[in-house]
């Protein structure tokens, strides 16, 4: 490569670098039309590989992204040397890469293969009781999840063994919305899309009294509508915890789980439930909370959102 050209590459590779920085999140850079495109006609092997490329040029465009998550993880979990805080820094964007692949995974993967995949990589043995269990009572099931683990498959697999399911979504375009729901009603599993309702508490509602599965996150903290009744500790925090889970459990009588769909090592995960007491002196939305706290504390890679750690010291 001659001088000039090894100079335009790099200025090519600054330009872009500096637009990334400007622009562009991770979620956003993949979903570009361009990326889309190419990752719906290629095969998923490629399309992983794909995926890690551009994660790769986008923390080598963002290097604070991965400062600010080690720095967050130090704050948290004090009582670790400075080299295992970089590899547990290192193994959660690894897990945020792995996050988007299952992504592509839920979108274009054939489904006779996906739900394959499904069957053969999830194991939910130990917990399933959990769950039909709360069923045979009838007041349907809230399923309280998190930015966790392989969140992506987590509804989907539920309809794919043949529970009736409802997740809520949203889609950064409407192309991919266009995509995503039509293959998951294919399997039994309906998406409540926020714009697309005027009232998702009226829709949840709805949900659970037909006895069927509501699969929603703790942890959204876009979308918290503060407790101002009630503080608790978080990862270090005196927060308000998020009041809309206790509401919806209020209003509809519904059996509360906490679930998570952990990888437990390259590409099989564990579904894990447990069941949230519906009396206690603790509110049931801290309860939730501090479940999640718990496999947070057990396997911090696992969670992917690190980097917002700041919007939980907010809701204090």
Known sequence: MTTLARVLALDSLWNWRQRLRLKLSLSKLLQLRFNVFLMSIFPISFTKVYIWILAKLYFFS???????????????????????????????????????????????LAMPKFRKFLHSRVSFDGYERVLQDALKEGRGV????????????????????????????????????????????????????????????????KVLTQNKIFVTQCDETDEWRADRNHTMEFLGRKIHPDRMLKVLCKRTGAVLLFGLLRRDSKNRYELILHRVPDE????????????????????PDQWYEWKKYHRFACAS
């Open 142 to 205: 809230i399923i309280a999840t998190a930015h966790y683990g392989a969140l992506e498959f987590l509804p989907i697999y539920l309809a794919v063994i043949k529970y009736a399911t409802v997740t809520m979504a949203k889609f950064t375009t409407e192309k991919l919305k266009n995509i995503i729901i039509p293959r998951a009603n294919g399997d039994g599993l309906d998406i409540i899309v926020p714009g697309d309702v005027t009232n998702v508490l009226h829709e949840a509602t």
């Open 280 to 299: 206690g002196d603790v509110p049931i939305n801290v309860r939730t909370l501090k479940l999640l706290e718990e496999y947070i504390y057990r396997y």
């Open 62 to 108: 963002k290097p604070q992204e991965k400062t600010i998550i080690r720095r967050n993880i130090a704050k948290v979990i004090r009582d670790r040397k400075p080299s295992e805080i970089n590899k547990i820094a290192d193994e959660v964007v690894r897990g945020i890469v792995q996050h988007y692949q299952e992504k592509m995974f839920n979108g274009f």
